[in-house]
């Protein structure tokens, strides 16, 4: 997906942010149906929010790193998991690109596997230790 502001924007699948009706095919100059909000608002700023690309680098990173030692990915996932719920309120606020919902999201996603992975491992540690104990 181009960085660049789409001017075939009214042409894919476009929610308004604000009610999310479909706004898709409705000329950008135009106005959601439902509630008002401009179309343009919706469909032609299509950069990605920043703070959501930044939280799904730390899912993925904490994905990455479950395994290495617990502290770290959960340090990543927990960050992470603040910067997708801090985007996804600021794109629903109409800050940043509607797309970037979506890589918020997966960017949550990455971040509960990973810290519940992490936990697991954790688990298994503490188990094994205590089976090596007693
Ligand atoms: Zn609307």
Redesign the pocket.
């Known amino acids: 997906m181009s960085d660049a502001p789409d001017k075939q924007a009214s042409l894919e699948t476009v929610l308004?942010f604000?009610?999310?009706?479909d706004?898709s095919g409705l000329p950008v100059g135009g106005r959601?149906?439902?509630?008002?909000?401009r179309v343009i608002d919706a469909a032609l700023v299509k950069r990605h929010h920043g703070m959501a690309k930044a939280a799904l680098i730390l899912g993925i990173l904490s994905l990455l790193t479950w395994w290495i030692y617990f502290l770290l990915p959960a340090l990543l996932g927990f960050t992470g998991l603040l910067l997708a719920r801090r985007a996804k309120r600021e794109i629903r606020g109409g800050k940043g690109a509607v797309a970037s919902v979506g890589m918020a999201t997966a960017a949550e996603a990455c971040c509960w596997v990973a810290l519940s992975f992490a936990v697991v491992f954790l688990g298994i540690l503490v188990i094994a230790w205590l089976a090596y104990l007693f």
Not at 18 to 21: D, S
Request: aromatic share 8%; with cysteine; glycine share 8%.
């Open positions: 308004c604000a009610c999310k009706y706004v959601c149906p439902e509630c008002g909000t």
